[in-house]
């Protein structure tokens, strides 16, 4: 399944997520610097203040990165294509089987679905579906093959190597699921960070109005 980027909640700020964090840690120490002119000017603008702001830029520093979800993501994409190519590499075994009990019988292949490895490699889904009834279709004729030699385990592990494409399918599908909350969530949080940078920078414009330097410190961009 493709894999698309997800829609991302508005930023309301137009600086990478790294830059803004920078800046409020330099806009930080300079309001700490001043913070007795702050507090003079507006009382919330205070110590308590000063320590929720340090907070919210901790957790913008805490919080995952596009690169390191998307690391996350080609993980499970990894895994998923590991746990196909074991699939396809189960029903190969099983098909020397068939040949071995069904000599020259051709449309044997077509009846276990050997000849549909093609449609199979399309997607996940259809894989998994497509050794589920091979594996249906072996324990119909599990006498035959077992008397040629096939090992019993062989179909217990055709079982293992389809679940486990379900199950690695799903937690590839429910991660790219889990993006959209981790991208709410980040930019929530950026949105939260660059709300105390504008408070500042508005808050200075008239606790330094007659000191441009000063003011200067508390530009956002």
Not at 26 to 38: D, E, G
Not at 107 to 136: D, H, I, P
Not at 187 to 195: G, S
Not at 196 to 218: D, I, M
Request: hydrophobic fraction near 35%; glycine fraction near 2%; charge should be negative.
């Amino acid at each position: 399944m493709a894999t698309t980027q997800p829609k991302e909640r508005e930023r309301d700020f137009s600086m990478e997520d790294t830059l803004l964090i920078q800046k409020s840690e330099t806009l930080h120490t300079h309001f700490l610097n001043y913070l007795a002119r702050f507090s003079a000017f507006d009382p919330d603008l205070n110590a308590a203040y000063a320590g929720n702001w340090l907070s919210s830029i901790n957790e913008c520093e805490a919080t995952e990165t596009d690169e390191t979800v998307m690391d996350q993501l080609q993980h499970h994409s990894e895994e998923l294509e590991q746990a196909k190519k074991a699939g396809f590499t189960i029903a190969s075994e099983l098909e020397h089987y068939v040949k071995k009990a069904f000599p020259a019988k051709k449309r044997k292949a077509e009846e276990f679905g050997f000849t549909e490895r093609k449609k199979a490699r399309a997607t996940q889904l259809n894989q998994y579906m497509w050794l589920l009834v091979m594996k249906k279709i072996a324990e119909d004729y599990s006498a035959e093959l077992a008397a040629v030699g096939m090992p019993a385990i062989l179909l217990t592990n055709l079982g293992t190597k389809t679940q486990t494409i379900l199950e690695k399918e799903t937690q590839q599908e429910y991660f790219k699921h889990l993006r959209i909350r981790y991208s709410s969530q980040r930019v929530e949080k950026m949105n939260n960070l660059y709300e105390f940078c504008k408070t500042v920078n508005s808050a200075a414009q008239s606790v330094f109005y007659n000191e441009p330097e000063e003011k200067g410190l508390f530009i956002i961009y």
